[in-house]
């Protein structure tokens, strides 16, 4: 609905030792945390697509302190500390269990998250933010936009979806970022970069993780793609009259940010499965770490960017 639609098991402090073992131990725990959340059987669906988005993933160290832990369509991303970790984006309502699941069979607890940030406002990013702060008693964050949609609105105008999207749960209270402020929590540093375009809201994110002590540049990118709702123009919103500059603004960001790895709300925008098979199969160098993946990234949003603009002229 929102745009276009893994692998290695490791934990921090131990290694299972085969991978059935994890996978049982996930299981397990994914089993549990759903009886907890008092649903019996598999959670209803919030859309058409979203049984492939929540198709059961392994969660996995991608780097560092930096591990999935969403299911195999939507990304999520747990950044660990000895203080306390962060979670970045929700999934769906239904994906909190397997994201629960997933940072508990990697060694970590739900209730360590301090802080849930988000890249954009739509149900299958922002829809299991609510009960996942319920949960943790985490903090969130959010662009000040995406701060109204989670506390208010649940659903925001001048969202190119505006209409054809689910709202989300709505949390008590957001802090309100700026463009370039850099969280703390622990030794974890993560900068919020605001990427709107496809929601005024959008934000991608930036931190640092090392690992044998080599420290590598990540970048978790916002949604680059112009998908609206029947009857929005990108070209002449009225409700979103700067969408064409700010994705303008967006591009150029994933163009200059420094970026070994690159991560996306959805992993196939980035081809992340298809890196990271390369890493299991032992590709050397590692094709997870990707210095021109922003780049090519910007690229192609681009070029989408213009054939949709194209193909509103004369409508």
Request: proline share 7%.
């Amino acid at each position: 609905m929102s745009h276009q639609h893994e692998v290695k098991f490791m934990r921090k402090r131990n290694h299972f030792p085969n991978p059935i073992a994890a996978l049982t131990l996930a299981t397990f725990l994914l089993a549990l945390a759903t009886l907890a959340s008092g649903q019996s059987g598999a959670p209803a669906s919030s859309c058409a697509d979203c049984p492939v988005w929540n198709k059961p993933q392994q969660p996995f160290r991608i780097y560092g302190n930096t591990y999935y832990v969403g299911p195999r369509g939507l990304t999520s991303i747990l950044l660990t500390s000895k203080a306390g970790h962060v979670l970045i984006d929700g999934a769906l309502p239904e994906s909190v269990p397997q994201i629960v699941a997933n940072i508990r069979s990697l060694g970590f607890r739900i209730e360590d998250v301090k802080l849930i940030v988000n890249s954009h406002v739509h149900f299958d990013h922002g829809g299991g933010i609510a009960e996942l702060q319920r949960l943790s008693g985490a903090k969130v964050a959010a662009s000040p936009w995406s701060v109204e949609v989670l506390t208010k609105s649940g659903v925001g105008k001048g969202d190119p979806q505006f209409g054809s999207i689910t709202p989300v749960a709505l949390v008590p209270r957001a802090d309100t970022l700026r463009d370039g402020r850099t969280l703390s929590v622990g030794d974890i540093r993560l900068t919020a970069h605001f990427t709107p375009g496809h929601t005024p809201g959008g934000t991608s994110w930036t931190w640092k993780s090392c690992e044998n002590g080599r420290c590598l540049s990540l970048v978790y990118s916002d949604s680059m793609t112009p998908v609206s709702a029947d009857g929005f123009r990108f070209s002449d919103s009225r409700e979103y009259p700067t969408a064409v500059q700010d994705f303008e603004k967006s591009f150029a960001f994933l163009k200059a940010a420094p970026c070994d790895i690159l991560l996306t709300s959805h992993p196939d925008a980035s081809g992340f499965w298809q890196r990271l098979e390369g890493r299991q199969k032992g590709v050397r160098p590692d094709p997870v770490v990707s210095p021109n993946a922003c780049k090519e990234l910007a690229g192609r949003a681009a070029e989408q960017l213009r054939r949709r603009l194209e193909s509103e002229k004369g409508r």
